[in-house]
């Protein structure tokens, strides 16, 4: 049984638990963001415009989970579906669509990659 509910998939209807792939992918850290930027407005308040975005970060992954993982998005970008945790109270989890981008660089020790962050932008929620 799975722990989380981090979900990802190329299809809304084909997300898989990131516990329950070919090669078990271990949990990360996520980091929400409700919105793209945060403006402050002439009356010292702010505005959150944008999209939400999330990065999904591991402290090492062996080269097979990162592989694992590239199979979601095989150039520097790719649309996916994915399940992730919000900022709500409940932490709950809600589904998005969004871009996918690839880390342009890999910290590398032996066979494993350390400080692995994937970037997720432009979530749109979906049902």
Known sequence: MSIYEYK???TSG???NIESLTVLIP???SFFKPYSEVVTLGDGSQFGRGFPQVDWTWNLLTRE???QLRTFCTGASATVY???RTND???TYKNYQAIMFWPLEEERFARKR????LQFR???EFA
């Open 8 to 10: 990802i998939g190329t």
């Open 82 to 84: 994915i399940s992730t």
């Open 122 to 124: 432009q979530l749109v």
């Open 114 to 117: 350390m400080d692995f962050t």
């Open 14 to 16: 084909g997300m898989t």
């Open 89 to 91: 109270s409940a932490d």
């Open 65 to 67: 989970q990162r592989d």
């Open 27 to 29: 949990n990360m850290r």
